[in-house]
């Protein structure tokens, strides 16, 4: 999955308002950010295997430390902790947490069977949803709709970049998923690793489009209550 990961992040601003949108990508795709890493360390490894599904070139060998279950709770653990440790704010360590597991549950929706339950484990699932262009496409592109949908809800602009940083970022992001079916597969397991850290660049940009927009849903009015008569 791609795009419905964004859609967490940005939905996710609403159950924890306070929460920075950089930190929601960086967590709702930090298995996906970490992945490529384990790739060029040599700890996990893909291989590209044109027409292995219709939406998806790639047979993910072995990557348990990214992608197995337990694993994905355990960095939601560790990540929503230290986010807590750092900013003291409940509710936005548990979204972050579950942010990042919610990684692997979408996931587990398009991927074959090839998901570990935990680092090691024999048993490999995966819904399977890759096997359509047309119904993965769908599932992801609606996601993403309602992701924004929520988040343009929850957040108003405060000055023009606070809209065009977002638009800017969605276009990219739609760039990439739908170039992704147009364009021949990685060259090699190598580039394919490299391109993928590309995905770290969403972090500060969602850092920036936060800090151009400010929070409409639960926040204080600007008004002191005082003042605002009878
Ligand atoms: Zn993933």
Redesign the pocket.
């Known amino acids: 999955?791609f795009l419905g990961?964004y859609a967490v992040a940005l939905a996710a601003k609403r159950a924890a308002p306070r929460t920075s949108l950089g930190t929601l990508i960086f967590a709702a795709q930090w298995?996906?950010e970490l992945?490529p890493i384990l790739l060029l360390a040599g700890v996990e490894r893909v291989r590209i295997v044109p027409g292995l599904m219709a939406a998806n070139p790639l047979d993910f060998v072995s990557y348990p430390i990214?992608?197995s279950l337990l694993m994905a709770i355990v960095w939601g653990a560790v990540i929503g902790g230290i986010y807590f440790a750092v900013r003291r704010y409940v509710s936005g360590a548990w979204i972050v947490g579950l942010a990042v597991v919610s990684?692997?549950v979408l996931?587990l929706v398009v991927h074959r069977p090839d998901l570990p339950l935990w680092p090691g484990s024999t048993t490999r699932v995966g819904l399977g949803l890759w096997n359509s262009i047309a119904i993965s496409a769908a599932v992801e592109i609606i996601l993403l709709i309602l992701g924004l949908a929520i988040y343009l809800r929850t957040t108003r602009a405060i000055d023009w970049i606070g809209n065009w940083a977002l638009a800017a970022m969605v276009g990219l992001l739609l760039v990439v998923y739908v170039g992704g079916f147009f364009g021949p597969p990685p060259k090699d397991e190598h580039t394919l690793a490299v391109t993928t850290l590309v995905l770290w660049v969403f972090i500060p940009w969602g850092y920036w489009i936060d800090r151009h927009r400010t929070v409409v849903l639960g926040s204080r009015p600007s008004v002191p209550i005082e003042l605002q008569g009878p």
């Open positions: 999955m990961h298995l996906d992945w990214s992608h990684h692997w996931d």
